[in-house]
């Protein structure tokens, strides 16, 4: 199974940036990607991001020229490298193992992280 830990959040005011961190233990065979999440206050979580063990990324619109993942298959972690940050990106983040196909991002039911603060204020 796969274990997963955020890092990297905090207060930050309009316009600065941030890099999460999502720190992956152990493996499951049909595992081949890494989802980033957010949940704002009172709000539904959202796919941010994707990227797949060969390196495939995917965004949503409303972060797309501002946040980029990436990952470091020897430290067995994925970035989230946000820049520009809005009070809107207030929330907490999720990272979430799951599988890429046909460029699409399926997020498993298990394998979530605790999450990290962002909080950016204005």
């Known amino acids: 199974q796969v274990q997963l830990v955020e890092s990297g959040g905090g207060l930050v005011q309009a316009g600065e940036s941030l890099r999460l961190s999502c720190a992956a233990s152990g493996r499951t065979p049909a595992i081949n990607a890494i989802g980033w999440y957010r949940q704002p206050p009172g709000k539904q979580r959202e796919l941010l991001a994707s990227?797949?063990?060969?390196?495939?990324?995917n965004y949503a619109d409303s972060v797309k020229g501002r946040f980029t993942i990436s990952e470091d298959i020897a430290k067995n972690t994925v970035y989230l490298q946000m820049n520009t940050l809005k009070p809107e990106d207030t929330a907490v983040y999720y990272c979430?193992?799951?599988?890429?196909?046909?460029?699409?991002?399926?997020?498993?039911?298990?394998?979530w992280g605790q999450g990290t603060q962002v909080t950016v204020s204005s």
């Open positions: 990227i797949s063990s060969g390196g495939d990324t």
């Open positions: 979430n193992a799951g599988l890429h196909y046909s460029g699409e991002y399926y997020p498993s039911i298990n394998y």
